[in-house]
DNA sequence: GATGAATGAGGATTCATTCAT
DNA sequence: TATGAATGAATCCTCATTCAT
């Protein structure tokens, strides 16, 4: 095994992000300082340094492999087929398995996606939300075309409102508790009893 | 006229709130900087203290406002009955007319009420939301009661999700486009055509 | 008088380049630290912050202001005419003269020339000195024309040698000990007895 | 062969010091990292550590050779004898000799030698430019006193000019130029055509 | 010998706030 | 009231060096 060395230095990096995670999710981005990573961690801030180049390292790592996962899922459900109302069910579904496993990088995207979106550092996590964006709409404008979908609501409108609905579920969700379910059926059917 | 001296303070007093209150919105609370506000205000770092004890006092009373104007926009709607989807109706349309006026303030509040709610100093604003959710919680239930509503989705939920849809709209939503409306029967008959 | 109130401001600012062209000189531009230039201000760090923007602002400061002045000496030399060996004679006095006037940027420049070459925020200055290199080997190429200097010797090093043996000069050189007419003398005619 | 073991310690030790030679001249010593001089080298930071104990070892081992290899050649020149305007021919032959060979350290010491100067341990560099300096007084102050060199040029100021205009020359002159003849001839004879 | 993770003091810089004028 | 210079703690980051493996 060649990894006999190297495991315990990725363990450790993974470690360190895994810690930064938490306490971005806990506290913000801004407002979490290396040092507080660092002592989380029980190594000091220089060390750090090791792992990572900056703390914009951290976040950006942390917000792409979110945002990658959730790319190759919505992908993958679109290539999968099925009418609007089919495909828009399993995207919620991929969307919350996604953020249930990702909790905190869903949080913080949420919280600091404006403030991050300003920086030249960050323009590739725009565009990834772009392309996001772009998939859900096409499924929705198809539902309109075929009929299974309501024309007269606004297919952007209805993402971001699906989009932000989900981060902000992710901060008091507890898993197992069909909050995707739900979430579907008042998405596709409404409130009205 | 006895505010013929005060008139002046009270106007520069607004104005450098109204200068906050977009910068924040555009930037972020902390990535604006207590000079960025003097210089955009055309008045001194010093000169803003005469004004606001600090910088928490800026935003604190660009959210209080915004949140005693919804709390009372939300009771007049509770206090004028009807049954529960026309209140719900009212709801959403006392949110997005208080988002419209209160822009900045929807954004400031969705992106940095996580990091201020930890803050002491700003407690009374978590109880404040506290209030509202447990405003729109109790109609939907009743609703529910009804038989108006479905009794098999969460009302907390239902409200995070319509609150923070309402401020991710702000973001780019332009007057007079129908949003709340949309938005309105989105939530009540859900997507389906 | 409306300076009136600028008066101190300036001063102070002129006060903190001072301190840090000495300690500039003394330690060099690495090795001097901004909490020395603060402490040597009789300010605190964060205050040097008001009169410069970075430390790479001072050294900038002084670098260019010495370049400047000896840009505009090396012109006003040229302008005034005459053959080369005249020319040269001047252009060695005013060498001197802006050198023992800004003692510590020739000593900076001398020996962090080579380190802030390779820094982007310092282009300006490699133009600056490609100028003033061009203007001297001007003047010696046409007295090689004329017959008046040597044709076997390369212009560009011996402005080199000029420049280099000056700054040098300036380190253990105190005024007024004929020290340009010597190096003139040197120059022009050579150790030879 | 008793350095069967020995050999590649010390090819290795050669190597590295190779290495750091070519990055302080190239980018100053301060601006070089150990880790630089590691990378560059092939080997890891730590390992750097069993052939130096510091990184102030490699730059005084790097000067210290090029000190050395000068003074020795100095001395011979000296112990050679012949009457001033010959020693002083050599002399600079000598120096440009060396510093073609000890390119890197001639730049080095250029740059680094006020700043190092400074510093206890590098006291013994100071020594030996002392050293050097005096040799080359001595050789034409016996010039002055024969009538062969010029009384009225101070000896040191001419030391200090050949010694910048040399190392200066090391940084743009290519071999084989005839850049020592010049830069003699011109000391000698000056440039007057 | 070699490794490379860990150290920790120290660097430049930021910024909300204060206060003498 | 208004100024704006001054504060100083806090931030991110660097890097020569050490040491257990």
């Known amino acids: 095994m060649r990894n006999r060395e190297k495991a315990p230095y990725h363990a ?3 470690a360190v992000l895994a810690v930064a995670r938490d306490l971005f999710a806990e506290r913000g981005y801004r407002a979490t300082t290396v040092r507080d990573i660092a002592d989380a961690s029980g190594v000091l801030s220089g060390s750090l340094y090791h792992y990572f180049d900056s703390k914009e390292t951290l976040i950006d790592e942390m917000l792409s492999s979110y945002l990658d996962e ?12 099925g009418d609007a109302p089919a495909t828009l069910a399993r995207l919620v579904a991929a969307a919350f398995a996604a953020v249930e496993k990702h909790r905190a990088a869903g949080l913080v995207l949420h919280s600091e996606r404006h ?4 920086l030249p550092r960050f323009a590739h996590l725009v565009e990834r939300e772009e ?3 772009h998939l859900w709409s096409t499924v929705i404008e198809r539902g309109k ?5 309501r024309p007269d609501i606004d297919e952007h409108m ?4 699906v ?3 989900i981060c902000a579920a992710a901060r008091w969700s507890r898993p197992a ?3 995707a379910e739900q979430f579907l059926s008042l998405l596709l059917d409404g409130l009205r009893g």
Chains 1, 2, 3, 4 share one sequence.
């Open 163 to 165: 989009r932000d609905g």
């Open 158 to 161: 209805t993402y971001r409102f």
């Open 115 to 118: 403030h991050l979106a300003r």
């Open 70 to 81: 959730l790319t190759i899922a919505y992908r993958n459900v679109v290539a999968q087929g």
């Open 131 to 133: 392309e996001i964006e």
């Open 12 to 14: 450790r990096r993974e």
């Open 145 to 149: 075309t075929t009929g299974q979908l």
């Open 177 to 179: 508790t069909g909050l």
